[in-house]
C-alpha cells in the first residue's frame, strides 16, 4: 500500500501526514497504554488508594481538557497571523515531548509530579495539534483535502503500532525489569514523535495567514470577538460544531470505554491488547480508504457511513458475549473511526474561510477536546441504572442520530464558497 500511495502525494502532503504518523504513538503509548499503568503502580507505591488514584487521573485529565479548550481559540487565532503558527507549533510539541522524555526520572512513589507532567504532555499534544490540524490548508488544494487527511488518519494508526510492538516486545520476553521497561517505552514515545515531526518543520510553511495592524494580543481578541460575532454568518459552520460534538463524542467515548466494558464481560488484559492493535492496524486502509470514497461519492455522504456505522456497533454491542463478539466489534469500529476523525477535519476545512484557518480550527478542537464527555456520563448512568454496560454502550446511538441530522442541516447553501 505504502508504493501505491508514494507518489500520489507531494512533498508538503506527506510531511504534514507524517506529524500524525508521529504524534499518534502519544495517544496510544501514553494516553491508553502506558501511562495509567505505571501512574496506578507509582500512586499505590505512594500509599494512595485504587479509587483516590483513579479519581486523581480523572481529574487531571479534565483539567488538562478545560485548559486546552481555553486556550485553543486564542491561540488558534493568534496563529492567523504571519509568522506566527509555527513557532507556537514547535513551543506546544516540544512542550509535550519533553514532558513524555521527563517521565523516565520520576521516582517512585512521587504520583502527584507525575500527574503534573502529565498535564503538560497533553496539554502540549493537544494545542499543537490546534496548529496541526489548521496547517492542511496550506500543503493542499480544497479538492484534495479529503484524501489527504484520511491518509494522515490512517498512517497515525499504523505508524503508532511500531512503537507500541517494539514495546511490547519488551513487556512480554521481561529481558528488562519493569520500570526499566516503562521506560523505554517513554523514551520510544517521545524520540519517535520528536523525529518524524522533523519533516513537518522543514517542509510545511504557512501560505495562508492574516496581517496583524497593532501589538499580537489587542489584535487577537479583536479577531477572536469578530469571528464569534462572524459565525452568526456560517449557520454552516455553527450547526456542523454542534453535529461534530454530538457524534465525535460517540466515537470518543467508545474509544475510552472499551476496555472497560471488556473487562466487565471477563476478557483479559492479553485479549483487550489484541483487540486494540486489531483496531489501529483495520483502522489504517480504511482511513485511507475512507478519503478515496469521499472523492467519488462526497465527503458527507461517507460521514454519514461513518455515523451509521456507528449505529449498528451500537446496536451489535447488545449482543457481546465473547472474544470473538469484541473482534467482530474491533473490525467494525476499525472500519469507521479513522474514515470518520479524518474526513470531519477535512470537511471542516472545506467549509471555513481559508485566511482565518487556525482560528476557526480552535473552536473545532473546542469540540474535539470535550469529546467522550457527555458520551460517558450517559453511558455510566445507564449502566448504573440497568447493571448492564451493554445497555450503556447502546445508549449513545441517541448520540450519533442527533449529530446526523445536525450534519444534515448542516449543508453550506450554494452561495458559499470558501
Known sequence: MFKQLKGQFNKAEWSWMFQDWANSAYSLMITTAIFPIFYKSVADAGGISGADSTAY???????????????????????????????????????????????????????????????ISSIGFHVANIFYDSSIMDVTTPERLDQVSSTGFGLGYIGSVFPFLIFMVFQLTGIFPANVTVNIGFFLTAAWWF???????????????????????????????????????????????????????????????????????????????????????????????????????????????????????????????????????????????????????????????????????????IFGKFSSVLGTTILGVVAQITGDSLKGLFALIVQFIIGAILLYMAKPSKSYTN
Request: aromatic letters at 16%; one cysteine or more; proline letters at 3%.
Open 57 to 119: 487521573l480523572g481529574y487531571t485529565n479534565a483539567i488538562a481538557t478545560v485548559l486546552t479548550a481555553v486556550l485553543a481559540p486564542f491561540l488558534g487565532t493568534s496563529a492567523d497571523y504571519k509568522g506566527y503558527r509555527k513557532p507556537l507549533f514547535t513551543i506546544s510539541t516540544l512542550l509535550g515531548i519533553i514532558a513524555v522524555f521527563s517521565m523516565m526520572f520520576i521516582g517512585n512513589g512521587n504520583w502527584f509530579l507525575l500527574l503534573v507532567v502529565y498535564t
Open 195 to 365: 523525529i518524524f515531526t522533523i519533516p513537518y518543520w522543514k517542509n510545511v510553511n504557512q501560505v495562508n495567514y492574516l496581517e496583524k495592524t497593532e501589538g499580537i494580543i489587542q489584535t487577537t481578541v479583536k479577531s477572536l470577538t469578530a469571528t464569534v460575532k462572524e459565525l452568526k454568518k456560517y449557520p454552516h459552520i455553527y450547526l456542523f460544531l454542534l453535529g461534530y460534538f454530538f457524534y465525535i463524542d460517540g466515537v470518543g467515548t467508545i474509544i475510552a470505554m472499551a476496555t472497560s466494558v471488556g473487562t466487565d464481560l471477563g476478557l483479559s488484559a492479553n485479549e483487550l491488547i489484541i483487540m486494540l492493535l486489531v483496531v489501529q492496524i483495520v483502522a489504517f486502509p480504511c482511513s485511507i480508504m475512507y478519503g478515496y470514497l469521499a472523492r467519488r461519492f462526497g465527503t458527507r455522504t461517507m460521514l454519514f457511513v461513518g455515523i451509521a456505522t456507528y449505529i449498528v456497533i451500537c446496536i451489535f454491542g447488545l449482543s457481546l458475549d465473547s472474544f470473538t463478539d469484541f473482534m467482530i466489534l474491533a473490525v467494525l469500529v476499525g472500519t469507521a473511526q479513522g474514515g470518520i476523525q479524518g474526513l470531519s477535519r477535512s470537511y471542516f476545512g472545506q467549509i471555513i474561510p481559508r485566511e482565518k484557518s487556525n482560528q476557526f480550527y480552535g473552536f473545532y478542537n
